[in-house]
């Protein structure tokens, strides 16, 4: 998979991508991973990637040329663009399922104030929104998207079940976990994960993961 991703501020990556899975995804080469600043893409002195909005009002609006420019250099058959913006559609763990499938995808950050509108109608092909609030720009989103997207790749995740078992997968929150020590300070792990019997404890598990769905987030029982 290859994922390329448009921004203003690029440094803002280099954390996150440079540790842990993310990392070790990249040295296996199971993605390649590429930051492109925005200004690259400009022509003036400037390198100007945005202007005051038509109209008037407050901040400033990513411009339509830039985006076109840097699509016509980045574009494969087959790539997934994808705007980060909080007015898309709601990141779920299907949405990144689906994604992981994907063998190109272009994530446009966006600043300020927004994009112009002609951006969302001409040149991507999905909007993605991580959540009912507005951040102020698309790089945290595009990590998000990537994080979660990059550990379902099959060999980024060492035993792949964890990933097939997590919360969200099947519809439910994932079962109650315990590590030793069985017994600290009186607080009992359930006796039946120390039974041996792997039946009982796998039917154990999945009444618990309905019940903490229930308990906690019964609003994903409903679909
Ligand atoms: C301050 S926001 C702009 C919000 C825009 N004025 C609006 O009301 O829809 C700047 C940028 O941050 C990113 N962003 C902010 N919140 C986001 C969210 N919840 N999900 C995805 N991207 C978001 C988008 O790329 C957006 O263009």
């Known amino acids: 998979m290859k994922i390329d991703i448009l921004t203003i501020f690029p440094e803002m990556f280099e954390g996150p991508f440079k540790e842990s899975m993310i990392k070790r995804a990249q040295e296996k080469k199971l993605v390649e991973i590429k930051i492109h600043n925005l200004r690259n893409w400009t022509e003036d002195k400037h390198k100007t990637v945005d202007d005051k909005p038509f109209g008037g009002g407050p901040g400033m609006i990513m411009k339509v040329e830039v985006i ?23 990141f779920k763990q299907k949405t990144a399922r689906e994604l992981s499938k994907v063998k190109h995808i272009i994530l446009i950050c966006g600043h300020y104030e927004g994009f112009d509108e002609r951006i969302r109608e001409y040149f991507v092909d999905e909007e993605i929104s991580i959540g009912n609030y507005v951040l102020t720009g698309g790089e945290i989103p595009a990590m998000v998207v990537v994080d979660s997207v990059v550990r379902l790749i099959p060999g980024v995740v060492g035993n792949e079940k964890s990933t097939k078992d997590e919360s969200f997968s099947n519809g439910l929150l994932e079962y109650p976990q315990y590590t030793r020590p069985a017994d600290y300070k009186g607080r009992k792990v359930p006796e039946v994960l120390l039974s041996g019997n792997h039946k009982e404890i796998e039917k154990w598990r999945k009444e618990q993961a309905k019940k903490k769905t229930k308990k906690r987030r019964s609003d994903l029982l409903m679909f």
């Open 68 to 90: 076109d420019k840097a699509l016509k250099d980045l574009k494969l058959k087959n790539s997934r663009v994808i705007l980060l913006t909080p007015q898309g559609k709601t």
